[in-house]
């Protein structure tokens, strides 16, 4: 089965895109009808071969392991309650793979899901009349179930002879049918009447004894019966046993300094305690090989003290050290073998060190190395101002992605922005920037897709005035021509004319950065290897989406970022091939590439109160070519008609216009009533497409809002294309039954990815709070209108926070009507509100060619 799952923040659903084998569309099926029915079937059963659906099927074990390993489960049956050590938490947790909503995934999420598990367990045993022993043995022959018995052995250091006790007990009911843990010896007592449940309890202590010599021992003797000391050799020995002896289902309570194994010496490295000379991935950091127990650094004088002594348990410096001779001196060859330095590179890497015996390496950073990974943690602590010329108000997380973003800079190091879409991604960049144009004479290349080129110039001459760009698009074959001649601080192009500008290759760029760079995630592609070849001193990733189910999209970004992290794609593979037989790697993985992404999510405790519940974005959108072509030409024919029509028929003819020029702002086949609608035709449906795939990534829903009930299927029909799932339409033709149907539909748990909906039609009334983005494809050119509309999805209910876009055609009517209503929003509200466009009308001759004429 290959069904992959999407991480809420409380709980998991089905991702139910692209489901076509007859298996997982059936076990998708069962998840949607009851989910976490399906989930505990998965503890008995290896069924999903996807990252996430490994994970949850490790919580379903890990839930139904412990559960059933808590002795007195017999005894309480469907009233147990789940015991999650900490132990546990970190095992999960340390799985958790890199895939939709993972960052959701902590303890409290773990505790909730457990606890629906547990009543699961509950509904199913409360109707099982047998033990409960056969109720698992039925669901999985190989799971051993605790019976009622634990053993207890903690360390007594005030007996220097006698230094542990031990003590056997038994779960039982008392008068009040509270669950207590009693003295095994009292088990003679309670049954001596009923040697039946004597018996019964008694089985486990039988099978144990008869695997091992020390609980035979002690049961010949009788003195597992009663409470007893033990010597440091006797307590070893049946610490050695403890998995043998739990097979059995005895529940084993030992010392957590056994438990977690720190009672054995290993192999430690501390790295970087003095500041390298040169920074960068290559820069090398002093070692200091050491060998340790618990945190405490072992001597030459303890270690050949240990060497000889007997093997088994010693008490040294307040720990108890486990004693093996082979196991010592095979760390002792490789304590001389690390001696010397290490690349930053490998340091970053060294949670994967393990030693000749498998086992990990313990790795500690020196006092630089310390401080230098705070800093990458931290940014916010560093003493950087925001430059002078910025024409903006940082919020606070976006002071803090300017000066981490800087610090990069500083090291040389590649960096992930990857903020959630609506946090400000580009002002930061743009702070950045300006930085980088006071401090130094440096040039920066920017990679974006062609839809957001108007952006990007819109936002750089609000925000940055007087940072100097130019914009290479084919659009504009004398600025490519004259490029040689001067060139900018700033060079922005796309991303399918970056590699062909011979200008771009032949310099080696102070900084390189890449928007929506999920464009570069498929390593192989003709654009992704010409782009990573491009020469820059440091690097930057833009994207709302940088980890999601595919681990070769990460390999591919950081092949970008900092080439040979993660080794050659082919050694990458191999590593991930294996996570599947050992993902706890994940979370080295994990520690390994966060230095290098920065990302904050709308969710985030500290972004909720620096950002307001909805908040609003305008597209600045190019015209194609084939749009500009027919917007100049309707201008042409404006000016020629204008100065003709009679003063009766002026207000219909400029409302004429209007509608042409907003229709062929849409698509030019909208304009000229033609049902191809080629994307490539409209820059508004180029942006869509870049707007929706990052809801795409993140399973999100849109509305999107036009004017024209026309243009809602061609949009449906496109916005199917890009989510690969059909959405729903409202508008006037849709009847008032089926409206409330598809409103159900919609905020209901089966992913339906959009609503097109008319303005006119839905733009009040209807509460669809499954969405999260809204788009207005067009504007209605009437602020109350238009939040009457993202209202839809921005009232209660909605548990995320609202992000509105807004398309606008830069140098249209469109852009300069925006303006006019920014500039002025109280009348906006008081008088457009009433009068919607006619107010367009009354302007004069010369105004109305001035509003409507293409400014390039």
Not at 20 to 47: H, I, P, T, V, W
Not at 123 to 149: C, H, T, W
Not at 621 to 633: G, R, T, W
Request: charged share 25%; hydrophobic share 40%; aromatic share 8%.
């Amino acid at each position: 089965m290959h069904l992959h799952f999407i991480f809420t923040p409380e709980s998991f659903q089905v991702d139910d895109l692209n489901v076509k084998n007859k298996g997982d569309l059936a076990l998708m099926e069962r998840f949607q009808s009851d989910k976490y029915a399906s989930l505990y079937a998965l503890a008995f059963q290896n069924e999903i071969d996807t990252p996430t659906g490994r994970f949850l099927t490790s919580v379903a074990k890990a839930f139904v392991d412990t559960i059933s390993r808590q002795s007195e489960i017999e005894v309480a049956r469907e009233e147990t309650k789940i015991e999650l050590d900490e132990d546990i938490i970190d095992h999960l947790l340390s799985q958790v793979p890199f895939a939709i909503g993972s960052e959701f995934i902590n303890e409290k999420w773990l505790r909730l899901n457990m606890k629906a598990l547990n009543q699961v367990f509950h509904d199913e045993l409360k109707d099982f009349n047998g033990p409960v022993s056969l109720y698992f043995e039925e669901k999985m022959q190989d799971l051993k179930v605790a019976k009622r018995i634990y053993f207890h052995l903690v360390d007594y250091l005030y007996n220097e002879e006698y230094p542990f006790a031990f003590m056997a007990t038994y779960a039982t009911k008392d008068a009040q049918g509270r669950i207590r843990h009693r003295p095994l010896e009292a088990a003679l007592t309670q049954y001596k009447k009923d040697q039946g449940q004597l018996i019964a309890l008694l089985s486990s202590l039988n099978k144990a004894s008869s695997k091992v010599k020390e609980i035979r021992d002690l049961m010949d003797s009788g003195e597992l019966f009663h409470p007893i000391r033990l010597t440091v050799k006797e307590a070893y020995a049946l610490l050695k046993q403890v998995p043998v002896i739990e097979s059995c289902g005895i529940k084993c309570r030992v010392p957590n300094w056994w438990k977690r194994k720190q009672s054995s010496i290993g192999l430690s490295l501390k790295l970087g305690e003095k500041e390298p000379s040169l920074m960068g991935l290559d820069s090398l950091l002093n070692v200091k090989p050491s060998l340790e127990v618990n945190g405490h650094t072992l001597t030459k004088a303890e270690i050949q003290a240990l060497l000889k002594q007997e093997e088994g348990l010693t008490y040294l410096n307040g720990n108890w050290v486990e004693v093996n001779h082979k196991r010592l001196e095979e760390l002792l060859e490789e304590l001389e073998h690390y001696d010397g330095t290490m690349s930053l590179k490998e340091a970053l890497t060294s949670s994967f060190l393990t030693d000749e015996s498998g086992e990990e390496i313990q790795i500690t950073n020196g006092e630089w190395l310390r401080s230098f990974k705070t800093q990458l943690r931290k940014p916010e602590t560093l003493e950087m101002s925001v430059p002078d010329d910025l024409q903006a108000t940082l919020r606070p997380y976006q002071v803090q992605g300017y000066k981490w973003l800087s610090m990069m800079n500083t090291f040389g190091f590649g960096a992930c922005l990857a903020d959630d879409m609506g946090l400000g991604k580009t002002l930061q960049v743009i702070s950045f920037l300006e930085k980088m144009r006071e401090s130094q004479e440096a040039h920066a290349l920017l990679i974006v897709p062609a839809s957001l080129l108007g952006n990007w110039e819109s936002e750089l001459k609000k925000f940055a005035p007087h940072l100097d760009f130019t914009i290479l698009h084919t659009s504009r074959a004398k600025v490519i021509k004259d490029y040689v001649d001067h060139i900018p601080f700033l060079t922005i192009t796309t991303y399918g004319l970056a590699t062909k500008i011979a200008a771009l290759s032949e310099r080696k760029w102070d900084a390189l950065i890449l928007d929506e760079a999920q464009a570069i995630k498929n390593p192989k592609t003709k654009q992704s290897v010409g782009i990573k070849k491009l020469s820059s001193r440091m690097r930057i990733a833009m994207t709302g989406t940088p980890i999601e189910n595919d681990y070769s999209n990460l390999w591919s970004l950081f092949d970008f970022l900092n080439k040979g992290l993660l080794g050659t794609l082919n050694e990458f593979k191999a590593f991930t091939n294996e996570l599947a037989q050992d993902p706890g790697n994940i979370s080295k993985l994990r520690a390994m590439v966060s230095p290098f992404i920065l990302r904050r999510l709308k969710t985030d405790s500290s972004i909720i109160k620096d950002l307001p519940d909805k908040v609003e974005v305008t597209d600045h959108i190019q015209l194609s070519k084939k749009q500009v072509a027919l917007y100049n030409q309707e201008v042409d024919n404006l000016k020629e008609t204008i100065v003709k029509v009679p003063p009766k028929e002026r207000r219909g003819l400029v409302l004429k216009y209007i509608t042409r020029f907003k229709q062929i702002c849409n698509h030019p086949d909208q304009f000229a009533h033609d049902e191809i609608f080629k994307p490539s035709d409209s820059g508004k449906f180029e942006m869509l497409k870049d707007v929706c795939e990052i809801i795409l990534e993140k399973r999100e829903r849109v509305l999107v809002f036009t004017q024209y009930k026309e243009l809602c299927e061609p949009l449906s029909h496109y916005l199917e294309s890009i989510f690969h799932k059909k959405g729903l339409i409202i508008n006037g033709s849709t009847p008032v039954k089926k409206r409330q149907a598809y409103v159900e539909a919609f905020n209901g748990e089966t992913y339906i990815p959009y609503m097109v909906l008319t303005v006119k039609a839905a733009g009040t009334g209807l509460n669809l709070t499954g969405a999260n983005h809204v788009i207005h494809f067009d504007r209605w050119w009437n602020p109350a209108v238009e939040n009457q509309a993202s209202d839809r999805a921005y009232r209660i209910g909605q548990t995320k926070k609202v992000i509105v876009h807004k398309f606008v055609c830069t140098g249209t009517i469109e852009e300069k009507v925006d303006e006019m209503i920014a500039k002025k929003q109280k009348m906006a509200n008081d008088i457009l509100a009433s009068a919607g466009e006619n107010w367009i009308t009354d302007l004069d001759d010369r105004e109305l060619v001035d509003l409507f004429t293409l400014e390039v």
